[in-house]
């Protein structure tokens, strides 16, 4: 069986054995052109990720919120800093005011005492991205009515 041969060959225009492939340099630039979009979406991203964590617990937040009232007009009262949120989750006659009670999305318990100061009925809050009092960005405290 004859070899066979590359249609373009005779015309002076097909590929050489040599010339079939990229070479290092080319394949270099693309990687290095994939590096540098994955670094522009990444620089881009990150920051978004982290607002999005603040904005669902203050979500969170608001959805506690109601709980506790609900809570409050069956009860009569808030719950007490000993009761915590927990008793939010926990079937009454009336049913629970929360299905289930979420974590900040840090994976930390909120924050609550009552009463709480200034005269307010309560206070509610998450610790932040760093799970500690006080902070700045999103380490910050991020408290009901912010």
Request: glycine content about 12%; proline content about 7%.
């Amino acid at each position: 069986m004859p070899k066979r041969r590359h249609p373009l060959r005779e015309t002076g225009f097909a590929p050489t054995r040599r010339e079939v492939g990229f070479t290092l340099v080319e394949l270099l630039v693309v990687l290095a052109i994939i590096g540098l979009l994955t670094t522009v979406v990444v620089i881009n991203v990150l920051p978004l990720q982290g607002r999005a964590q603040v904005q669902k617990a203050k979500a969170d937040i608001a959805l506690i919120e109601q709980g506790l009232e609900f809570y409050r007009l069956g009860a009569g009262r808030y719950p007490t800093s000993e009761e915590g949120l927990a008793i939010l989750a926990s079937q009454t006659v009336a049913g629970a005011p929360l299905k289930n009670l979420p974590n900040d999305p840090w994976g930390n318990a909120y924050q609550y005492r009552s009463p709480g100061e200034g005269n307010r009925p309560y206070d509610l809050w998450s610790w932040g991205a760093d799970g500690q009092e006080g902070g700045e960005g999103e380490a910050a405290d991020i408290r009901a009515g912010d």
